[in-house]
């Protein structure tokens, strides 16, 4: 009777608040740090090293989720803050090593022209939704990896042209999809 | 003799050659082996957008796998 008496009285229990400034987010922004001595190995012709911090840049991308997982600090600004890094972070790598003729120049371009297609699909989501939440793609999820391995193939000399070029209808079969989960199908409430 | 030699790399290019075997093609094949088990993980569960979703996700996955086992093969010159 008492119990009851003291779950009615006290208040309802309020919505966690996570702080921007957390270890996840920490990690997330650190990937931005491999990107000037990756265009240093790039401009000097460093393949080995390029690849390497490319790899660090993926390895972070994987940390971050590990990092919020550990220290409980996941939120939506998190998942759309890792969202926007992926999208800057190997889009930039991508300009870098098509500048340098590391990979062929059309299909770099067309998975960049998606790549934004994809962001714009994702900002028209969140209106649609009106609230800040990133479309969950499990096949985005592992288009942005292999992005990172095209990248690392591109430094690696490993194949680029047919690897770059085997993976466009791949990227435009998923940005499709997408594209119809996001601006046609019902948002989930 | 020269006492200093200036290295532009990090390992030698077998080592590293082993190591993009390994990288893309060890990756590759647990990629397979990892969209098998998650579709089959799907099997009974009732139809809904998610699991269209799903499926989906790791159609493209195991086509991703496939690429880089075959770049791996063709990359050593097994095929």
Known sequence: MIATADVASSPAPTPRVVSKINPANAVTASRFLTLPPFV?????GYHQW??????????LDKLDGLAAKVFDCRSNFGELFDAITDGICYGFA???????GWAPLIPCFILILLGGVNSGLRAVYIKRCGRNVNYKSYAMERVVGFIAYLIGMATANFLPSIMFWTFVPIMVIVVAHDAKRMLLDPVPT | ??????????????????????????????????????????????????????????????????????GTARYRGWI
């Open chain 1, 50 to 59: 390029a690849t390497l911090f490319i790899l660090i840049c993926g390895l």
């Open chain 2, 1 to 70: 003799m020269s006492l200093s030699t200036t290295t532009t790399e990090l390992v030698s290019q077998g080592s590293f050659d082993w190591f993009l075997t390994i990288a893309v093609g060890g990756v590759g094949a647990w990629l397979f082996w990892f969209e098998i088990r998650n579709v089959l993980r799907l099997r009974g569960k009732p139809t809904s957008p998610t699991k269209s979703d799903q499926l989906f996700g790791y159609a493209m996955g195991f086509v991703i796998a496939l690429i880089a086992l075959f």
């Open chain 1, 40 to 44: 240093w190995a790039v401009y000097n």
């Open chain 1, 94 to 100: 991508l300009i870098i090593v098509m500048a340098y």
